[in-house]
């Protein structure tokens, strides 16, 4: 928009001829309205399912926003490739505290995996279909070191850092409470009985404020 000197008609006119803008344009109104009831008074009046409905858009949002970065990029995807990957990734932990929890170090490296494949599968899939490279080549490049880190290999990468942080994280927080007795131990315990009170009674909390049910 800058670039044209905040020439609305111009603007518009690109916007309408150009998918890719169009794609970006639809994303902006959704991450607006998204933004305009954003508010607890708006949540209130809407109701928290009517709310959650239509903030759902986000899983609609995201993937937009990567096919608006895939098509702007013309010929080198792999930053776009990188930025899905990611958001696969994301997806996948959400899938795996949704459908198979809890998300522990083990269902986190799977995601990671899972989320590695499946973005050399988008590299592949994204070149076949706009420049009809042989898929094979695409693929191979995945193993090919002085091509330098595929997106593939670095979603693979943060999956696996993540899982080893959750290990450490796991080992690091017993221990903490385990400390010996006194002061600190203690304060632990209290502090996990208050963190715990805090968390049966939050739903409750937030669906008051919220609204939720009340529909
Ligand atoms: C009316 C709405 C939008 C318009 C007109 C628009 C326009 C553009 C244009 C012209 C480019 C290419 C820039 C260049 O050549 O350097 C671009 C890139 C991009 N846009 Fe949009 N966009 C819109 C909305 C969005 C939204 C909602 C998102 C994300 C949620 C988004 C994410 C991106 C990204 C990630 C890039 C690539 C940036 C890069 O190359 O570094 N855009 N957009």
């Not at 508010?39 to 949002?61: C, E, N, P």
């Not at 990029?73 to 198979?100: N, Q």
């Not at 203690?186 to 529909?215: F, M």
Request: charged share 20%.
């Amino acid at each position: 928009m800058l670039d044209q000197g905040g020439n609305l008609y111009v603007v518009g006119r690109e916007i309408v001829l150009r998918v890719y803008l169009a794609i970006g344009a639809i994303g902006l109104l959704l991450l607006l309205a998204l933004a305009a009831t954003s508010f607890d008074s708006v949540i209130r009046r809407m109701g928290g399912k009517r709310w959650l409905a239509l903030h759902q858009l986000v899983y609609l949002i995201a993937p937009l926003a990567i096919l608006h970065f895939l098509i702007q990029s013309k010929l080198d995807v792999t930053e776009a490739v990188l930025m899905g990957g990611l958001l696969m990734l994301l997806a996948f932990y959400r899938l795996a505290h949704r459908f198979f929890p809890p998300l522990d170090p083990a269902r986190a490296l799977a995601a990671g995996l899972a989320a590695g494949a499946c973005t050399a599968l988008l590299e592949v899939g994204w070149y076949a279909g706009t420049t009809g490279i042989d898929p094979r080549l695409v693929w191979e490049a995945n193993f090919t070191p002085s091509l330098g880190i595929s997106p593939a290999w670095w979603v693979t990468g943060t999956g696996l850092a993540v899982a080893v942080a959750a290990v450490v994280w796991q080992r690091v927080k017993p221990s903490r409470k385990a400390r010996g007795p006194g002061s600190s131990a203690r304060k632990g315990a209290e502090g996990k009985a208050a963190h715990d009170k805090r968390a049966q009674e939050k739903p409750a909390k937030d669906k008051a404020r919220l609204g939720v049910g009340a529909t």
